[in-house]
């Protein structure tokens, strides 16, 4: 049973790492779903707990700012802000360095992923 839950533990992590299953309809939203249920399925976890391992306030907290992103994204104030970084550099290096500043602020209060 240990070679089961670490075989579908490397095979999540795997998938979350990368990012996608290729040839596969599978994201890591999925791959994560799929984990947890296989970690039900094979005994490793019980239902119950499964369900005392999901903590609601960080869910909360994450669908949040994604919808703030997608709006953000929407709205266009990420191409705001690229146009911005863009329009303003004139080296290599200061364009880096402006892509950094902004990327690191705005991932301090955004969804890594988004930004």
Do not use: C, K, Q
Not at 17 to 38: E, H, K, Q, T
């Amino acid at each position: 049973m240990a070679i089961a839950v670490l075989a579908i533990f490397a095979a999540t992590y795997s998938v979350v790492a990368f990012g996608r299953v290729p040839g596969l309809w599978l994201d890591r939203v999925g791959a994560a779903l799929i984990g947890a249920a296989l970690m039900v399925a094979s005994g490793a976890l019980t239902p119950a707990e499964a369900y005392r391992a999901i903590d609601l306030n960080t869910l909360a907290l994450l669908l949040g700012m994604m919808i703030v992103v997608a709006n953000l994204r929407v709205s266009g104030f990420f191409a705001l802000s690229n146009g911005f970084i863009v329009r303003h550099t004139r080296h290599p290096l200061t364009l880096l360095a402006g892509i950094a500043i902004v990327g690191g602020g705005l991932s301090a209060f955004l969804v890594n992923d988004a930004v």
